[in-house]
């Protein structure tokens, strides 16, 4: 009897909560790991776009004064 006991061999069984195997862990890509600072750089680039936009134009001309006004009242003109 105790040499049947010997020749029988048990497959080990899987525990209970780990049906199918050991899983492979995946290694997340390159967008998931860095997206917050793509974003980052996206949004910084686009302002400095817009910065350098907005003070590169030409300042408008200065129109026509209005009426009534003399000209040596202002700050940095002399009265003549």
């Known amino acids: 009897m105790s040499a049947k006991n010997k020749n029988t061999k048990q497959k080990p069984s899987p525990p209970i ?11 997340p890509d390159f967008y998931t790991k860095h997206k917050s600072t793509i974003w980052t750089v996206i949004v ?9 936009i907005n003070n590169t134009r030409k300042v408008p001309d200065e129109g026509a004064y209005p009426p009534n006004y003399l000209k040596g009242n202002s700050a940095d003109e002399t009265l003549e």
């Open 17 to 27: 909560g780990k049906q199918g195997g050991r899983q492979q862990e995946k290694e």
């Open 44 to 52: 910084l680039v686009v302002l400095t776009i817009f910065f350098i």
